[in-house]
Nanobody, 124 residues
């Protein structure tokens, strides 16, 4: 059982930056691919970024490439999402998730464990 807690959300003006953190407890963190997803009001949850168990491989949704970076610290059991050049359309609740499977997925289905989410609001 992996327990995930996100932090770092908040209100920021367009063009600003935020760094989201996700702290993990329980289980073996380095055996999980990690993902970030987001859900805006009235919309479905969507993929944002994923990072492999070792941290060697990453994937980003097209609209955030060049602006967001995902990283992880397996020693301290945390995953991060650095968000730069934020836009109002990035406004959403951001969730981190863990998947112990073999393949690193970019959709939410295979992810076993989820955090409670952190709100990111970007004002124009």
């Amino acid at each position: 059982q992996v327990h995930l807690v996100e932090s770092g959300g908040g209100l920021v003006q367009a063009g600003g930056s935020l760094r989201l953190s996700c702290a993990a407890s329980g289980g073996t963190f380095s055996r999980n691919h990690m993902g970030w997803f987001r859900q805006a009001p009235g919309q479905e949850r969507e993929f944002v970024a994923a990072i492999s168990k070792s941290g060697r491989d990453t994937d980003l949704e097209d609209s955030v490439k060049g602006r967001f970076t995902i990283s992880r610290d397996n020693v301290n059991r945390a995953v991060f999402l650095q968000m730069n050049s934020l836009k109002p359309e990035d406004t959403a609740v951001y969730y981190c998730a863990a998947d112990s499977g073999v393949i690193m997925y970019t959709h939410s289905g295979p992810y076993d464990y989820w955090g409670q989410g952190t709100q990111v609001t970007v004002s124009s």
